[in-house]
């Protein structure tokens, strides 16, 4: 597990170059995602090591990005929200996302309530307008 420092340590990288968003899949059903993106693939390494994760890489950009996504963001957003400063409120939406939304499963679906995935997705972009525009 790890300790306070790294959390505070991950929470400062996800404060920097973090994004949390609500995305739709191809069948309409909603998501959460949290990445980092860097140019430099030994970093995220380092923290896919510590704190699990997938590292993708983006050839466009010639960037590369450690996600987490839905129930496996969970752990992740509760141990660095109390060390954010810029994307606290994104966080505390995701984690609204995570405990109202994804809420059961059944079969091989998960039941949502789709008119609050989509308000929660719609308040995450907006915060992001707000503040980074």
């Not at 929200?81 to 405990?99: G, S």
Request: with cysteine; charged share 25%.
């Amino acid at each position: 597990m790890p300790a306070d420092f790294d959390w505070a340590y991950l929470a400062g990288i996800i404060d920097g170059e973090g994004c949390i968003s609500v995305a739709i899949t191809r069948n309409g059903a909603y998501y959460l995602q949290l990445r980092i993106s860097q140019k430099n693939k030994g970093d995220l390494k380092k923290l896919q090591t510590k704190f699990g994760g997938r590292l993708n890489s983006n050839s466009n950009t010639q960037s590369y990005q450690l996600h987490w996504y839905g129930r496996d963001a969970e752990p992740i957003l509760r141990n660095i929200l109390p060390y954010l400063i810029w994307k606290k409120d994104e966080a505390e939406l995701a984690i609204a996302f995570i405990d109202q939304i994804m809420i059961s499963r059944q079969g091989r679906g998960i039941k949502q309530n789709k008119s609050l995935a989509q308000f929660i997705k719609d308040e995450l972009q907006a915060i992001k307008r707000w503040k980074y525009a």
